[in-house]
RNA sequence: GGGGCGGUAGCUCAGUCGGUCAGAGCAGAGGACUCAUAAUCCUUGGGUCGUGGGUUCGAGCCCCACCCGCCCUACCA
């Protein structure tokens, strides 16, 4: 039986380029997605783009173009480019102005008003006749006026259609109840159901103020809210597997706790509504903190991508942010400590343990794998340090606790170099009498680093092939990505034989640049 | 105002059920070694655990108040 794992990141909204933020939570789901894969599991991983709504269609006219112009160019030449240089690679990639979508919004909305869940009722909010637009009445400036004119507005009402969301409290509050991990972590989850013991208001779900959205079908004045819209790309995109088997319901809805209410609230109330089943979970991770601020993608503390991985690479990329900073709390990115994480773990640790091991093979046996004639009980610790590291990671990795999954392997690999550092094979080396020895010790590094190319696939997979070549594994394992993880702490699957290869260094030592994040 | 989460060594952070919990990593200092990317390994950590009270035989860990920071407070995404 395969189990089958489906996972989302938030579809990012068009109005600006990606940014270390965006990129962060995609590159998450990514490395969950890989790992699930790396299980023998049926994943499917989805990303996109929102691009309705009105900031999209003021973030074009800014721009001088159309809004369809605007989120085309921005997807193309941002968004899905992003993708390669943070080395993330989702199944599908779906955009909400496309048909695909929008009809079956159409479809699911129009269901839900067929079947009594939609009433037609008046929205009423402050509304500024300068902007010609509905104000949030928490961005009004003191004594109600508009902040972009300093002058009052008004209070108007408008007909649009409403869902009940305040008939859904009880049966959200019991969902919660019933599946304590619906919402993770543990913060994210009690701030949610503080809010919804308030009792909730019904939910306005279109717009007739503007027409850039996916239009009501059954009043063609409307459009929908966006996020009416875009909380259904979930949905819409599992319809679409060629096999036919959509993957529903989705396992985790990775969201930055800034939109942790849409999805933990309106969009299981929505799914309710209309019969369909609820996600397993939605996970809230934290902000990325520049300098202690939130970085913003309007702000002048965006950080793209691709400034950082022009330097660092890819894997480094994905090892940073991931092992660094606690998955689901707020972490602090540097510059400075980037590079001091790089150093430390990824060139002086991983990649010189690689190195070392690699190269006494190549020195003291030709570069053919030795047997593990003289089993000791220092391999027995080895092995059994291995077995730890991956019962860790697998455990951590279904919390959802990457920092972790991947802190077993850094520790492993620490462990590792110990070992080797310990045992002195340079010395055995000089002992004619003592080659069993030698034997089993090199075999026993080079077989710990097979272990540690498995586990790390998920997180640097790039560095990982690399590894996996230069250890000659291929020959009789197969391809890195068949490797299951969840039988990578199984001692002795490297054979003796194996052709190993000093290859490049998994990670050059980087010269001292100046920040360019500044 | 209401709600959520934080405030622990120079830096980034762990601390599950209250009793070796005062820790890890990095940085710094000393030493060992030379296979390796001047890498590795060992040794080295007196910080009022935000402040003031309280509960307890005993509290970063529970309770109260206060200070500081961030987030949410609904139709921006």
Redesign the pocket.
């Known amino acids: 039986m395969s189990e089958s794992f489906y996972i989302t990141t ?6 600006a380029a990606p940014s270390i933020g965006s990129a962060y939570t995609t590159v998450a789901a990514d490395m969950l997605n890989r790992w699930h894969r790396q299980r023998g599991e049926q994943t499917f991983f989805l990303t996109g783009t ?7 269609l003021q973030a074009a006219e800014d721009n001088g173009a159309s809004p369809q112009e605007w989120t085309d160019r921005l997807v193309a030449t941002e968004w899905q480019p992003v993708l390669e240089v943070i080395d993330a690679q989702p199944d599908d990639f779906i955009r909400t102005t496309q048909e695909r979508h929008t009809t079956r919004v159409q479809k699911f909305w129009q269901g839900l008003f067929e079947s009594g869940q939609v009433y037609e009722g008046q ?1 009423e ?1 402050p509304y500024c006749v300068a902007c010609e ?7 009004l400036l003191e004594g109600g006026l508009c902040p972009i004119h300093e002058r009052p507005v008004e209070q108007l009402s408008e007909t ?1 259609y ?1 869902f009940p ?2 008939q859904y409290a009880e049966k959200l509050l019991a969902l919660y109840e019933e599946n304590p991990t619906f919402v993770q972590p ?3 989850r ?2 949610v ?4 013991k ?8 279109s ?1 007739s103020t503007f027409d850039w959205g996916i239009s009501v079908p059954w009043d063609e004045r409307h459009v929908f ?3 009416i819209d ?1 909380l259904l790309n979930y949905w819409t995109a599992a319809q679409d597997r060629a096999d036919g088997r959509a993957p529903w319901p989705a396992s985790v809805h990775l969201v ?7 999805h933990a ?2 969009w299981p109330a929505m799914l309710m509504a209309a019969g369909v089943a609820v996600p397993h979970q939605v996970f809230a991770h934290g ?1 990325l ?1 520049v300098g ?3 970085m913003s993608k309007s702000k002048a503390t965006a950080i793209r991508p691709s400034q950082v991985t022009d330097h660092f690479g890819s894997d480094a990329y994905r090892y940073y942010f991931l092992r ?3 998955f ?5 990115f ?1 510059w ?2 980037m590079s ?2 790089y ?18 093979v190549g ?1 003291y046996f030709d570069g053919v794998l030795p047997a593990d004639e003289d089993h000791g009980p220092a391999e027995d610790a080895l092995a059994a340090g291995m077995a730890t590291a991956v019962a860790r990671a697998e455990a951590a990795i279904d919390r959802l606790a990457l920092h972790e999954a991947i802190s077993a392997t850094t520790d492993f ?10 045992q ?4 055995v ?2 002992d004619e009498s003592a080659r069993a020895r030698l034997a089993s010790i090199l075999y026993s590094a080079a077989e710990s680093l097979r272990a540690v190319a498995v586990l790390y696939n998920p997180v640097m997979p790039k ?1 990982s092939a690399m590894l996996w070549e230069s250890l000659g594994a291929a020959v009789a394992l197969g391809e890195l990505g068949e490797q299951r993880v969840q039988d990578a702490g199984r001692w002795g699957q490297l054979p003796a034989g194996s052709h190993l290869v ?1 290859g ?6 980087l010269l001292e640049e100046p920040d360019p994040v500044d």
Do not use: C
């Not at 929102?50 to 999209?56: A, C, I, L, N, P």
């Open positions: 938030p579809i990012y909204y068009v109005t929102d691009e309705h709504g009105q900031k999209v929205y909010g637009e509905f104000k949030l009445p928490s961005e649009n409403f969301l305040s543990e913060s994210a009690n701030e159901i503080a809010f919804v308030q009792g909730l208001e019904d939910l306005s779900i717009r809210y966006v996020w875009a930055g706790k800034d939109i942790l209410r849409f609230v309106i902000w903190l202690g601020q939130k660094a900073i606690n689901g709390s707020d972490g602090s540097s400075e400590h001091a994480v150093t430390s773990e990824l060139a002086n640790g991983y990649g010189n343990l690689a190195s070392r091991v690699t190269a006494m020195k690999v620490a462990l590792i170099n110990g070992y080797v550092t310990e002195e094979p340079w010395k080396a000089k560095t000093k490049a260094s998994l990670f050059p030592r």
